[in-house]
């Protein structure tokens, strides 16, 4: 297969491979690993964090900071995650801050603003554009605004899945489709299989995310590698909470999660039940097994051993070798 292609022209990396942004669970030397192996790094909100921020411009100036430890590692590109507040009001001190540290990538979350787009092609910084629930109307937008890549995310995904219940190898030709610019496929992709049929389907790369959780360098507890390593995924239970559903490997937690689910409990009191975003933070950045889940994608299955990040990649791009 030939090893360039739109996605590794534009981004002017080896492979086409993104590394998703699973906030907390990123850092300055797993970012720079994944970039050192030939993909594209990218730093998640609260990368590198030992605790979380009380403002957004705490986030904000700990970004900054590791962003700079990320050049220290690597002279490879990354790419960092657009914070912003509800309010649209933060944005632009971000996206400030990112051209004054001379990212070259950015990835945009679900927003889909003229006044952002521009602000990075006038900055000549690259954007990702990733939807919570991907359709043909908000990526065709996406292109429209100036967004350079697309990146179509599965019902297989782990973290906060689509609010609609379309497989990743549904939503990829359905969104390749319906735009000219390139498409990133994401959500189950475990092995070299997947990025496979991800191409075969008109995606021009792939985003991994569950498969990254169990490298080395990954700052996610070592009690989280395993089990991952030891599940498949017939393993994961899924349940109801903000904004559509979230689902977990076993954890102390999950059994009440599951009994809440069975009684048809609200999806407030479900995301309250679930500790919120702190959930998280508390099962997979500390290893506090009783106090969160434990999220991934449906590809853990095959995801047998902890390795590090430039033998992911290779068995990854063994195509693209």
Known sequence: MNMKNRITEMLNIKFPLIQAPMYFLTN???????????????????????????SRFVALERMRQEIRKTKNLTDKPFGATLINGPDMSFWRATAEMFAQEGVEVVL??????????????????????????????????????????????????????????????????????????????????????????SMALGAEGVSIGSLFLTSNENPADEKVKQLIVNSTAED???????????????????????????????????FD??????????????????????????????????RPVAEIVEDLMQDFA
């Open 28 to 54: 300055a030397e797993f970012v720079a690993a994944v970039s050192n192996a030939g993909g594209l790094g990218i730093l998640g909100p609260h990368a590198g964090q030992e605790t979380l921020p009380d």
């Open 273 to 306: 039940a679930m500790n919120g975003y702190r959930s998280l933070w508390q099962a997979m950045r500390l290893g506090n097994l009783d106090k969160g889940i434990v999220t991934t994608g449906t590809g853990i299955s095959m995801i047998n051993s902890i």
């Open 108 to 197: 945009i979350n679900e927003i889909l603003d003229a006044e952002i787009f521009d602000f990075f092609k006038a900055h000549n910084i690259k954007t990702l554009y990733r939807a919570l629930t991907p359709t043909a109307e908000n990526s065709r937008e996406a292109e429209r605004l100036g967004a350079d890549i697309i990146i179509a995310t599965g019902f297989d995904e782990g973290g906060t899945v689509p609010t609609r219940v379309i497989g990743t190898f549904s939503i990829v030709p359905m969104i390749a489709d319906s735009v000219s610019i390139p498409v990133l496929a994401t959500g189950g992709i475990g092995d070299v299989r997947g990025v496979r049929a």
């Open 236 to 270: 994961l239970m899924l349940f109801r909470t903000l904004p559509a559903y979230y689902r977990t490997l076993p954890t102390e937690l999950s059994p009440k999660l599951a009994k809440l689910d069975a009684q048809d409990t609200d999806r407030k009191s479900m």
